[in-house]
């Protein structure tokens, strides 16, 4: 990503976020957070982070205020109060554990559910749990989120749709291995390039469309559930944006990093 950035005039120097201090700050023109590997594991020092940069006034893209919205899964009633259909979800906390599973199972008809905290990333503490499987020991003292397990997922995949300056680029769709249902590499999941169908991509546009920003990058997650495509997630800080499958061999990336750190200055 270096060398494509290069072509773009731009020197991209990997810092890790845990290691970005004031100094750092400023002496550099501009952060671009897409190495923030781990930030949910430690959410304060990342949200510490982005209001440091905020207070500098360092041009960022994402935005400050874009990076902070998507950190937290919480984003999804945003999404849907502005009427964007996402997996439905019910939030909560593990320490009132039996009280979240029994009003998600009454919710969601008694079916397999998905449990994980609402700051994560790369499938990091998320459960899938059966109709008589507790909450998992360590979801405690955690705000979480509940959804129920869509079986879609393990026929059709997720696909994932890129948008770079607010406009489609390309997409991709990620499959579990046998026997799992988890979508990552990291778990075996495999993935290829997709042409999406119109109704996966106007929920993907409705979604970014509410986005509290404009977005240099984006990554939006869905999900088709009998026919009816959900957002499962909308991903602003440290995604993959399977540039290998870029039309273009990344040039509109660049071109939407460029403008946003330009505009931002």
Do not use: C
Not at 6 to 16: C, L, N, R, T
Not at 36 to 53: E, K, M, N, S, V
Not at 157 to 177: D, N, P, R
């Amino acid at each position: 990503m270096r060398d494509m950035l290069a072509k773009g005039g731009i020197h991209a120097e990997p810092v890790k976020w845990n290691e970005a201090d004031d100094a750092l700050l400023r002496g550099v023109d501009a952060v671009l957070p897409l190495i923030a590997w781990g930030y949910h594991l430690d959410p304060g020092r990342w949200f510490d982070l982005l209001d440091r940069i905020a207070f500098r006034k360092v041009p960022v893209a994402n935005p400050v205020d874009v990076l902070r919205w998507s950190s937290d899964k919480n984003y999804l009633s945003d999404l849907d109060d502005k009427g964007v259909t996402i997996v439905p979800s019910i939030f909560g906390h593990g320490d009132r554990a039996a009280e979240l599973l029994l009003r998600a199972r009454e919710r969601f008809e008694g079916s397999e559910l998905i449990v994980k905290p609402v700051i994560s990333g790369s499938a990091a503490g998320t459960y899938r749990l059966g109709p008589d499987d507790p909450m998992p020991d360590d979801l405690s003292g955690k705000r979480i989120i509940v959804q129920p397990f869509l079986p879609a997922i393990l026929e059709d995949g997720e696909q994932s749709l890129i948008y770079f300056g607010g406009q489609f680029s390309h997409a991709a769709v990620k499959k579990a291995k046998p026997g799992d249902f988890r979508v990552q590499p990291e778990f075996g999941g495999s993935e290829e390039r997709i042409e999406p169908s119109p109704a996966v991509r106007a929920l993907a546009d409705n979604a970014l469309a509410a986005v509290p920003g404009d977005t240099a990058y984006a990554r939006i997650d869905v999900v088709e559930d009998e026919g009816t495509p959900r957002i499962m997630e909308v991903e602003l800080v440290e995604p993959d944006l399977f540039l290998r499958y870029a039309p273009d061999e990344g040039s509109a990336f660049v071109s939407a990093v460029s403008d946003m750190l330009r505009a931002s200055r």
